[in-house]
T-cell receptor
Framework: GAGVSQSPSNKVTEKGKDVELRCDPI?????LYWYRQSLGQGLEFLIY????????KSGLPSDRFSAERTGGSVSTLTIQRTQQEDSAVYLC??????????FGPGTRLLVL | QKEVEQDPGPLSVPEGAIVSLNCTYS??????FMWYRQYSRKGPELLMY????GNKEDGRFTAQVDKSSKYISLFIRDSQPSDSATYLC??????????FGKGNQVVVIP
């Protein structure tokens, strides 16, 4: 079956621009997660959705970062006024329960 | 101290050797333990999942969890060049977020 998909796969933007990253979870998965993977930092949790609500957004690094999920399915992560330190791979994952999370291929963001 | 420690040093082994990877953790609430494999420029792929202490075997892969020592391991037997990837340990204590180690890059030399 179809896995988690993310778009775009690569994004190059200029410092100060806004970007939107999209995630399509596995059909039927109620939980959705965003992580960031930076060189030397490992995977860093950003935000968790259960359905359309976000009970845990404690990992968002600043108020420039926001995310929403509509219809219990697609999620969008928005980064406003991008900075060079935002350059990373942004990974989305989904799950049915709280144990196993299945990851998408990621969006590679480069802020010039 | 980070919640999950994984020595990120690269590991090179000859084909057919046993690969041994491990992580330690500090949060005693962790009860779900996973190993992910990540190929270059791809997302992490779930490899092994274990609940609480014990061993789990799947083909050439064995995962071990020792909650008393807060120590988990992954063994790859008869390693193949296709096993060359980064291996990430991850764990969860019921708050839905996964805590990851930094990953080990494994290279299996033909």
């Amino acid at each position: 079956g179809a896995g988690v998909s993310q778009s775009p796969s690569n994004k190059v933007t200029e410092k100060g621009k806004d970007v939107e990253l999209r995630c399509d979870p596995i059909s039927g998965h109620t939980a959705l997660y965003w992580y960031r993977q930076s060189l030397g930092q490992g995977l860093e949790f950003l935000i968790y959705f259960q359905g359309n609500s976000a009970p845990d957004k404690s990992g968002l690094p600043s108020d420039r970062f926001s995310a929403e999920r509509t219809g219990g399915s697609v999620s969008t992560l928005t980064i406003q006024r991008t900075q060079q330190e935002d350059s990373a791979v942004y990974l989305c994952a989904s799950s049915w329960g709280q144990e196993t999370q299945y990851f998408g291929p990621g969006t590679r963001l480069l802020v010039l | 101290q980070k919640e999950v420690e994984q020595d990120p040093g690269p590991l090179s082994v000859p084909e057919g050797a046993i690969v041994s990877l491990n992580c330690t953790y500090s949060n005693s609430a962790f009860q779900y333990f996973m190993w992910y494999r990540q190929y270059s420029r791809k997302g992490p792929e779930l490899l092994m999942y274990t609940y609480s202490s014990g061993n789990k075997e799947d083909g050439r892969f064995t995962a071990q969890v020792d909650k008393s020592s807060k120590y988990i391991s992954l063994f790859i037997r008869d390693s193949q060049p296709s096993d060359s990837a980064t291996y990430l340990c991850a764990m969860n204590g019921g708050n839905n977020r996964l805590a990851f180690g930094k990953g080990n890059q494994v290279v299996v030399i033909p």
